[in-house]
């Protein structure tokens, strides 16, 4: 009778566990939670309603969902993607909803669902959960094929495989042990985050959404588009998030500082927005400038990028010069700000690192330097942008590194 641990009670963690058992009905399996419950961060993912994965309708390419980890995704997605979840979740009894953004929750709106239906199913297959059980390390019981596993202030165990679902964590020490077994680590960073501006005139725009902007970092590869929102701290919305997700390293190295440069109006052919303003000024001639917003652009945001072109409000569409049109579409295209810090809202945090896919066989998840180990989920150097990528990773990676 084989001995299967589990090690972390989350997404990953019951997928993996759930899987194991079902393959192997007459194997003990285990699984060993640090805290005194399971599946909270599912609890309160998607704000509580649990954005458990995508359509991935509007993903041509798996690179930009997943920054780290795509070619991986790929490979997993032929065994188990995004339709196994959903059909495995509505033939559970949980009925799902995918909204007009492509993203699919419970059509309970509630993550108790998600929660529910997880450990019922695992309870119903006959696995075991113990809580309060804190992984310290792993090893191999010498001439033997089994791992022995520490827990913090608890006897040893020994299994005959262990799955690790610890999830993400940006210290890499929590991972020390497996470094002492030969994995290599990916030094783990934070992904997910919101900029810090720090300019008043900025902040005091806070509430102000743009729908469509997109943003970069210049001088890097790093760009993204979407809705963006302006807070009291700076920088926050879809497109901020998917940059830091994007960048995440690059961000981390910098201190989380570097210069952003947002355009406002997501056209970066600057002839285009040239032209749709001039056909602005030529159809209102007499119109004050600030009374009239080009690209449907709020109106204080209007107000404040004219202010920052050095225009002035009472200015009528025909007084504007060449000059001052030209520093208007360098503002609407390439408002260049300065990132000062890493936002502290843990709205949407994952971690970018982890165990790095060169450890492990891409097949089965099993580590290539200690037979009977494997890994699913965040601790794996995996992540994904916002919109159910996330848990959609943690699904396939336990569904795989679950099976036989
Ligand atoms: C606020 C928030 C909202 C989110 N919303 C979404 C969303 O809507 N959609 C989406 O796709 N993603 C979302 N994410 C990301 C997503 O929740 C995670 O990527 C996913 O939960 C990872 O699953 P996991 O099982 O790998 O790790 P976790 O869910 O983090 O589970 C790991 C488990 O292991 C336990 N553990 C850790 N160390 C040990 C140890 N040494 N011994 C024993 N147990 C241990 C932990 O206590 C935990 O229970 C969100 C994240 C956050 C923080």
Known sequence: MRNIAIIGGGAAGFFAAITAKTEEPEAVVTIFERAGRVLAKVGVSGGGRCNLTNSFAEIADLKTAYPRGAQLMKRLFKTFDYRDVYKWFEDRGVKLVTQADECVFPRSQDSQSIIDCLTHTAQKAGVSVCLHHALTSISKVEDSEQLEVRFKDKAPRRFDKVIITT??????????????????????????????????????????????????????????????????????????????????????????????????????????????????????????????????????????????????ETKRWEELGKKSLHKLIEVLTND?????????????????GGVSLKSINPNTLESKVCSGLYFAGEVLDIDAITGGFNLQAAWTTGRIAGKK
């Open 167 to 312: 999830g993400g964590s940006p210290r890499a020490a929590g991972l020390e042990y497996l470094v002492h077994l030969g994995h290599k680590i990916e030094q783990p960073v934070p992904s997910l985050f919101t900029f810090n501006i720090k300019e008043k005139a900025f902040c005091n725009l806070m509430g102000t959404v743009v729908e469509h902007a997109s943003l970069s970092i210049p001088a890097t590869k790093f760009r993204s588009t979407g809705a963006l929102l302006i807070t009291h701290w700076g920088l926050s919305g879809p497109a901020t998030l998917k940059l830091s997700s994007y960048a995440a390293r690059y961000l981390a190295e910098q201190d989380y500082k570097a210069q952003v440069a947002v355009n406002w109006v997501n056209e970066r052919n600057v002839q285009i927005v040239e032209e749709q303003l001039m056909a602005l000024a030529l159809k209102n001639p007499k119109k004050q400038v600030a009374t009239l917003r080009p690209f449907d652009l709020p109106s204080r945001l209007w107000e404040y990028l004219l202010q920052r072109s050095g225009i002035a």
């Open 336 to 352: 260049m700000h300065t990132i000062a810090g890493k936002g502290s809202f843990r709205e949407e945090f994952v971690t970018c």
